[in-house]
């Protein structure tokens, strides 16, 4: 490993321990201070925080393509953050009114941190997969070696555990030494640092959102062995989340928003090849730092692609039909009852005991508000309009 190497992997390490800190009640209170003592805005415009990742889409299309000032809702410009500890910090204090935060993080924030928000909308479902290096060919091969995720607290690790288990293997966290060969080390690292490391074998593979793995194909120093959305169908992986104090004061604010994010993801669906061209970094608004063809390959891959990962065995369950991404913003009670249930069986560093103290259903209701959404879909066609079922429940399907 070289300086430079070593001083990402430090970063990230540093961010990691940051954030854990920031996820619980003791460490969040000075933000939660911060956030009171901000002089209150009656008209305080929409301020997002984001991650420059495929997760953020509807909130970046609604505002590159004016949605947000259509539904008579000011939006500035989204800021671009560097890792999920910037995300939840300026979120906590109130610099920001609105993020993307991975599913699983949301739990923790409200129940860990005690954090005044909600869950409003889903931001996407899939988009997310497993990259490893070219020679490993089967989960079981993992072993003995170490995969990264992007935190503890996401649905990567989730399904990422899913997929060891199902195959003999034990994921455990060593600090140092070597994992036995029925063991798979997990170790966090940011998004941007993972394609690198894979490159330089550092690691063996990692678990993470779009369009990460994509770069890891086109650039020839990885595969995808698994999508994410092979493992757990249709499942949600970054959530909007929003301060309570404005659902409860804002209202039709939050409704206005929200609104504009539906039509966002019903825009994109349509309009997949224009979203990747608008994400790109040669957009004036430069909203990502990728290129069209890392971001086309994960929003408009060639209807050719699906052959190709079926024969190699990343994708198992070709009669799902999903889309290496897909978008629709109903936040299924099912699917959080579930991931509480699932994060109780995941091996997760930093405080978990809350865990085991709440109740999934309970929990759900209290961590989601899914009345703006479900207005939203409804004045927008309803739940057919995103190609499903006319229905605001479901059944979840997990199998590895």
Not at 50 to 66: E, F, N
Not at 230 to 249: N, S, T
Request: a neutral charge; hydrophobic letters at 45%.
């Amino acid at each position: 490993m070289s300086i430079d190497e070593f001083s990402r992997y430090d970063v990230s390490r540093r961010q990691m321990l940051r954030l854990s800190a920031l996820l619980t009640a003791g460490g969040a209170l000075p933000l939660l201070k911060a956030y009171e003592a901000r002089a209150q805005e009656p008209d305080a415009p929409l301020r997002i925080g984001y991650l420059p990742i495929t997760d953020a889409t509807p909130l970046l299309v609604a505002h590159g393509k004016g949605f947000f000032e259509e539904a008579g809702i000011k939006a500035e410009k989204p800021v671009r953050l560097r890792s999920w500890a910037q995300v939840l910090e300026a979120f906590i204090s109130g610099q920001v009114n609105a993020v993307h935060l991975l599913s699983p993080m949301t739990v923790w924030a409200r129940f860990g941190s005690k954090a005044p928000a909600k869950v409003v909308a889903w931001n996407h479902t899939s988009g997310s997969g497993l990259s490893v290096l070219p020679h490993i060919n089967s989960v079981k091969e993992l072993g003995g070696t170490t995969v990264a995720i992007p935190f503890w607290y996401s649905i990567h690790n989730v399904v990422l555990q899913i997929l060891l288990r199902e195959n003999g293997l034990t994921p455990v966290s060593k600090k140092t030494g070597t994992p036995a060969a029925n063991e798979v080390n997990l170790i966090v690292m940011a998004p941007a640092d993972m394609v690198p490391a894979l490159a330089s074998k550092q690691i063996s593979g990692y678990i993470v959102a779009e369009p990460f793995n994509a770069a890891s194909e086109v650039l020839g120093v990885g595969k995808i062995l698994r999508f994410t959305g092979d493992v757990w169908k249709d499942h949600a992986c970054c959530l909007v989340f929003m301060h309570e104090r404005d659902i409860q004061q804002r209202p039709e604010w939050v409704q206005r928003a929200v609104n504009a994010m539906v039509k966002a993801q019903l825009w994109t669906r349509e309009n997949r090849a224009e979203t990747a061209a608008l994400l790109s970094k040669d957009n004036p608004n430069q909203y990502t730092p990728h290129s069209v063809q890392v971001l086309s390959k994960v929003l408009a891959p060639p209807e050719s692609d699906d052959a190709v990962y079926i024969k190699a065995g990343a994708i198992r369950h070709a009669d799902w039909r999903e889309r290496r991404i897909d978008f629709q913003p109903y936040p299924y009670p099912s699917y959080t009852e579930e991931l509480i249930r699932r994060l109780r069986t995941t091996l997760v560093e930093g405080e978990r005991d809350f865990l085991d103290k709440i109740d999934p259903g309970a929990a759900g209701r209290e961590l989601v508000d899914d009345t703006f959404v479900k207005k939203a879909v409804i004045a927008a066609g309803g739940m057919a309009a995103f190609g499903l079922p006319e229905s605001f429940t479901r059944t979840e399907v997990v199998e590895a």
